[in-house]
């Protein structure tokens, strides 16, 4: 895939994800600080992404779309075991982290702080789910 095609669905993905621990945070009240920790981290990693996306005059969708796709997703994921859930979450996400890498590696030298800032960030919320989870 183009390497700006990545950066706009890296950039939408947090957007959504953010919206998606949002989510989470409703539906487990008693996990709700750590799921607003995760969605303020996905909003931090967006507002990085957001100047490759000016940079490369990428549109992204609407916000509001974006938000209501992590919503939604939030939405179909709550009804399981919050463990669980964030058990998947770890292998899961562990494909991102292999993704985020390899735009790293096709990137341009400008845009490394940001690309690597975006793997670092997945890095984070596997080890703070891991912490979270006892795994």
């Not at 990545?6 to 959504?16: C, F, G, I, M, T």
């Not at 945070?25 to 996990?31: D, G, M, V």
Request: glycine share 4%.
């Amino acid at each position: 895939m183009q390497y700006t095609l990545q950066v706009l669905e890296a950039y939408e993905d947090e957007v959504a994800g953010a919206a998606y621990f949002d989510g989470l945070a409703l539906a487990y009240p008693q996990q709700s600080a750590f799921f607003e920790r995760c969605a303020a981290l996905e909003r931090e990693t967006a507002t990085q992404l957001s100047a490759l996306v000016q940079k490369y005059q990428l549109t992204p969708q609407a916000q509001t779309t974006l938000e209501e796709r992590g919503a939604l997703d939030a939405r179909r994921d709550a009804g399981s075991d919050c463990k669980k859930l964030m058990q998947q979450s770890i292998k899961s996400y562990a494909r991102y982290v292999a993704e985020f890498k390899a735009l790293e590696a096709t990137g341009p030298v400008e845009d490394q702080p940001i690309l690597a800032a975006l793997t670092a960030h997945e890095i984070q919320l596997i080890e703070w789910m891991q912490a979270e989870t006892g795994s």
